[in-house]
């Protein structure tokens, strides 16, 4: 070959950092070959970790990943940049001018491709709710985790110099996996701010509510989870409010349909994802929420040359089921799949049907308590169940770092403990 194939990938999420670092290792130092990676940030963080950084029970700096880094170790290169439109026809990328801190880093640039994968992961969607937008925070990624952990380190530190004689109203909107696992983690925190000095704010004080449109909590997943979930939280006094549908938001108010307001200090809108509103921009098929159609085979169905996987694609492998969930588990499947159907693509020998596997879910409940099914339908809870959702963890740190690294990693946490606080205080 006199000239490289080009295989770009975009978004470096859980997905697109795994099939990174894959192609990277298996093709990346052949002379026929190049992978890229473009990200519009210079560290990745799992995005399944964001509501503990939120509630400050986990310190994000020690948990993420310098690409550039990470890219020189693993053969393939990282271009820091927005996607901000796809030439089909030319076959490039149109990224987006650099500015960071108020400082032009680059002017539009160009990026030619020869195989296209986009793995840019989702967002919240408000569904257009009246001041969702102004007075919420999303947990989107890392930036708006970290803050809203500083909005609530703030509220503490003024209760120190100044108690607070009112309640802290705390407000989740979304009773989803995000919804529950924050409400408990805030639960968490509230003690671990107490513990530690920060006791202007009486942790008995701490009214959290989780509101849901659904009739029960986590509707995607079993009536025995949701149950179980349910009992937990309410042990924790979180209060949750089902068939309460959201109609407006304001700096201190959420109001539902009935005429009924919750007061809220901190309000956070977990309910719901669509894909980021630049798939608009791709002159590619997709569905009602902006996720871009795929076939099994996880190309466009506009395009072969180009692949989508993870939260940003519709993939609906079986005509008679629903399309595949946002669910970290599949898109670190998808990116297995995906190291050799591109391969195969460029060999130009047929590519197989994605199929997944699906392993379980579970729903942290603090640090020290989860719940879900795994193996299909067998119940767990407890520190079992605890212990399985952090090995879920581990399995995509082995997958970016190798077996041995990763088991370092887990020895370092495993023996750090104790040596700083539990919750983050600055």
Known sequence: MTQKHHIVIVGGGA????????????IGKKSGFQVTLVDCNLTHIWKPLLHEIAAGTLNGATEEINYFAHAKKNHYKFQLGYLQFIDRENKQLILAPLVQDDLKLAEQRHISYDTLVLSIGSTSNDFGTPGARENCHFLDNRLQADLFQKDLLHLYLQAHAQPRTKPLNITIIGAGAT???LAAELYQAAKDFHHYGLDGIDPTKVRINVIEAADRILPALSDKVANGALEQLKKFGVHVYTQHRVEKIDADHVYCQGDQVFDSNLTVWAAGIKAPAITQNFSLSLDRIGRIKVYATLQSIDDPNIFAFG??????PEGNRPPLAPRAQIASQQADFLVNAILLKIKQRPIPLFRFTDRGSLVSLTQHTAIGEIFGNLHIEGIAAKTMYHSLYRVHQAAIYGYTKAGFLAARDFFGKGTAPVIKLH
């Open 15 to 26: 997905g697109g950092l795994e099939l990174a670092t894959q192609l990277g290792q298996r």
């Open 179 to 181: 919804g529950v696992e």
């Open 311 to 316: 939260d940003c694609a519709h993939c609906q």
